[in-house]
């Protein structure tokens, strides 16, 4: 079985808490090699902490100088683009955590890259890997015509349940240079992506790229893509948004939002004639906290209903399994560019439902 030297870009809450412990835990896929972070203090505790002696302040300089065959793009989303298409350029595999990028100009720009490459790019969806997602897609087929959906995701801020749960390094040795330039960058990102909207919308469209991403994404893998948005609105500035979506013969509610108690909420439920099942996720931030399918069946005078748990193995080691059979056994990834570009899509035709029921969007 194939090794592969990894390079990790970002050692951020993602890298420390998830994905630098996975790849440790699968010496026999991944040898992580090199990494990198605009943090020196991030450098030094997390290479010294996993024995990385290849430390860069940027990818640029650490794709220009290492031989990789695939590297982690964990940094912050504003950076995704340049990062993804700058391995690619140099012939080096790709799994990029979500959002892949913030609008479609930089979907279509790493798109090229791969083309041009030959490498491939891989969107870290992570939930579309439990296997108890995997068993939702089989229960679809028993439940007949779909009466009605629910995608749901309330959850506490993440640093809630980490700081209960991990330690994690946060380095105060970034300049205000820097964040500033990366605050300014997303902005702008975002104008070329949905235009010049309200701060609001714009937060929304940050929080369904981030938090929301991973709820829609599932959901169209289940569902398909939705004929349209019928309604949607936002409020808390921006923190929490309620959509109609409408699909052929049913609509399915969409509803996200995070807030200070500590517990987290996310699942997918749809309902037939006879059944239903609810697909039920934890925070990814403990490991092995199960993803568990809730099935519910009437036959006859009979109600049943079963708990499915296929097993604790998290859903990040699972993605990461995929990712190396992609690697080496070729073939195109289910999480690919193209499919993040229809949820790019999606967020899209949610900001401008929320907007056409604006009262000042006649006067810009």
């Known amino acids: 079985m194939s090794r592969l030297r990894t390079g990790v870009i970002g050692l951020g809450e ?9 790849l440790e835990s699968l010496p026999e896929l991944f040898e992580v090699t090199a990494m990198c972070d605009i943090s020196p203090t991030l450098l030094k505790r997390v290479g010294d902490r ?15 100088v290492e031989t990789l065959d695939t590297v982690l793009v964990l940094n912050s989303d504003e ?43 891989m969107v870290g969806y992570m939930r579309r890997f439990a296997p108890a997602f995997d068993e939702a897609v089989k229960a679809l087929a028993d439940i007949g015509p779909i009466n009605y959906a629910r995608v749901h995701d309330i959850i506490g801020r993440n640093q809630l349940m980490i700081d209960q749960t991990s330690r994690v390094e946060r380095p105060d040795d970034i300049s205000r240079e820097l964040l500033e330039e990366r605050w300014a960058m997303g902005r702008s990102l975002v104008r070329d992506a949905i235009g010049d909207v309200s701060l609001d919308l714009g937060s929304t469209y940050r929080l369904l790229c981030g938090l929301g991403s991973h709820d829609l994404s599932a959901m169209r893998e289940l569902l398909g893509r939705p004929r349209g948005v019928a309604a949607a609105r936002q409020w808390r500035n921006g923190l929490f948004i309620a959509a109609l979506l409408e699909y052929d013969g049913f609509f399915v509610t969409y509803e996200t939002g995070v807030d200070e108690q500590l517990r987290f909420d996310a699942h997918i439920e749809v309902y037939g004639e006879t059944s239903s099942f609810r ?4 925070t990814p931030y403990v490991r092995h906290l199960p993803t568990v399918l809730v099935t519910e069946q009437t036959k006859g005078d009979a109600y049943h209903r079963s708990v499915i748990r296929p097993q604790l193995k998290d859903p990040y080691t699972h993605e990461l399994e995929y990712f190396h059979h992609i690697v ?3 073939g195109s990834p289910k ?30």
């Not at 996993?50 to 220009?64: F, H, N």
């Not at 690619?88 to 595999?93: A, E």
């Open 335 to 364: 999480t690919g560019p193209e499919d993040f570009l229809q949820d790019l899509t999606l967020f899209a035709q949610i900001i401008d439902a929320i907007d056409a029921n604006n009262p000042e969007r006649s006067e810009r």
């Open 14 to 22: 993602v890298a420390q808490i998830i994905h630098l412990p996975i």
């Open 279 to 282: 697909l039920q996720y934890d």
């Open 79 to 121: 950076y995704h683009a340049e990062c993804v298409i700058g391995a690619l350029d140099r012939g080096v595999h790709v799994l990029v955590e979500k959002p892949m990028c913030l609008s479609p100009r930089e979907a279509e720009a790493i798109i090229a890259a791969r083309d041009r490459s030959g490498a491939a790019v």
């Open 50 to 64: 996993y024995g990385v002696e290849k430390r860069y302040g940027s990818a640029a300089e650490m794709l220009e």
């Open 328 to 330: 080496t056994d070729g």
